[in-house]
């Protein structure tokens, strides 16, 4: 029998922050807290398929980005030696609607993954529906408003559902309109990049907001991880800090360690370089 070798799924390793920072990071903390196995490893599932999904958004939103940087560029040199009397064509992002709505799909989708987490931490079953501002009001009679995991929760339901609705309104007509615009002429004649717009909202940069929802799923993600652990028990001396970038390792650049005070920076942060 032969074997041939393949590579892994996502193609990624532990190099890439979207690994290091939601599989491997959750993998790393929540061993400290000493969780029942099961939950331990649910916990795993949850971020291998955050990670997944978000790959798909990170993947999705640099094709696009880099598309409408293309075209910009190219109009601005066709605009910079035009003629008067010539007639122009405008530029056009490929598949801009396809891609824009499997963006919001792998976003929807990653949010409603992350729900378990409060299964696997705090015994706590949401439905797929459950918005994350009825998240916010359980943690806040459960724990407190001043809670970090509350708190954390409810200053971040905005763009969270807002990513939800924009999906939702693909996918049902009651729940729009939600818009999706390519290169176009504005009413001063002016070309305008690519814009999207929920209902009657003022229509945004589609490029400028791409490029940083992933780096915010992220950041949400395993800030959320880190509260909802904190909130099964405390493992005082131990403490969960920040790794300033500049200091993380190359080869796993997790954001997150478990350590002792006596290693912490005046601001509160890991103070050794982790190469």
Known sequence: MKWVLVED???????DPYVSRTILQAEYLTRYFQLDEKKEQGICSVFNEYRRHLHQCHDIAQRVIQEIEVKSQELKTTLAN?????????????NLTNDV???LYHAKLAFRELKDLFLYTQDKDFNEKTRYSHIAEWSEKRFGEDNPMSKWIRSNCIWIQKLIDSRNAVE????GPFSIRNFHLRE???????LWALKEEEPKSISRDMNVIPVNMLEYAEILLICALTNTKNIHPIVIAEIPEDKRDKN???RFIATLEQDLDEHGR????RN
């Open 9 to 15: 799924e996502h193609h990624r390793g532990s190099a």
């Open 82 to 94: 035009r003629s008067t009397e010539d007639i122009l064509q405008l530029p056009s992002v490929r």
């Open 101 to 103: 709505e499997n963006f």
């Open 172 to 175: 049902h007509a009651n729940c």
């Open 188 to 194: 001063n004649g002016n070309v305008s990049a690519p």
């Open 252 to 254: 796993n650049p997790m």
């Open 270 to 273: 890991y103070k050794y370089n």
